[in-house]
């Protein structure tokens, strides 16, 4: 397992891309906006894996209320899996409660699926199985 990316909330993308974009000089690789999730992305490649900033479409979405809640900062960690619903399976027979019973279609076409922060330490985790 790898760790796939670390999303972080930001109030806009360009506040988040003056940081790791312009300060730190990491190179983006993707814009998107996940219309499903409310959310428009940022990719930013470092080392294997990538930092997603996260910008809110709407305050109703999830990112959106958040923000509204907690403020910029660390929303999710995501975690690379070559089998996405075996995964589910086996967290769910584990006692972790899913956000996501089956996968959705997330940044770059990846599947995904959320498990929710009260079983896992407080942490959002996201399972990303790439196609
Ligand atoms: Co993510």
New binding site residues.
Partial sequence: MKID?I?IATRQLDEGLAVWRDALGLTVDATEEISEQGVRVAMLAIGDTHV?LLEALSPDSAVGRFLAKRGPGIH?I?IKVDDINASLADLKNKGARLIDETPRV??GGCL?AFVHPSTTNGVLL?LVQHR
Avoid: P, Q, R
Wanted: aromatic residues 0%; without cysteine.
């Fill in positions: 990316h999303g997603e999710h995501a997330g940044a995904v996201e």
